[in-house]
């Protein structure tokens, strides 16, 4: 079992930068790979961001890259998700969630099995 806590969001200007956490609780969460997504309102969840469980590799939607970046420290148990550049298509309840042990990190949310509860980014123009 993982439980995941998310934190970091904010009302932020247009360019601006925000950086999410993730912490998790749980043995497994070293070896788990991790993944952001993120819902507007009144649209479908969207894969955000992932990691791989030894943090080697990454990957983005085409909507972030070369704007967010996504990290983990295991030692801390947290995954992170730097944001810079925001715009305000970025709004959106952001949420972490974890896979099974050892598989690859994922895009689809049936690719990971806990969730965290969301923490809330909203972007003024």
């Known amino acids: 079992q993982v439980q995941l806590v998310e934190s970091g969001g904010g009302l932020v200007q247009a360019g601006g930068s925000l950086r999410l956490s993730c912490a998790a609780s749980?043995?497994?969460?070293?070896?788990?790979?991790m993944g952001w997504f993120r819902q507007a309102p009144e649209k479908e969840r969207e894969f955000v961001a992932a990691?791989?469980?030894?943090?080697?590799?990454?990957y983005y939607a085409d909507s972030v890259k070369g704007r967010f970046t996504i990290s983990r420290d295991n030692a801390k148990l947290t995954v992170y998700l730097q944001m810079i550049g925001l715009n305000p298509e970025d709004t959106a309840v952001y949420y972490c969630?974890?896979?099974?042990?050892?598989?690859?990190?994922?895009?689809?949310?049936?690719?990971?099995?806990?969730w965290g509860q969301g923490t809330q980014v909203t972007v003024s123009s």
């Open positions: 749980g043995r497994t969460f070293s070896s788990s790979p």
């Open positions: 990691i791989s469980w030894t943090g080697g590799s990454t």
């Open positions: 969630a974890a896979g099974g042990r050892f598989r690859p990190p994922g895009r689809r949310g049936e690719d990971y099995d806990y």
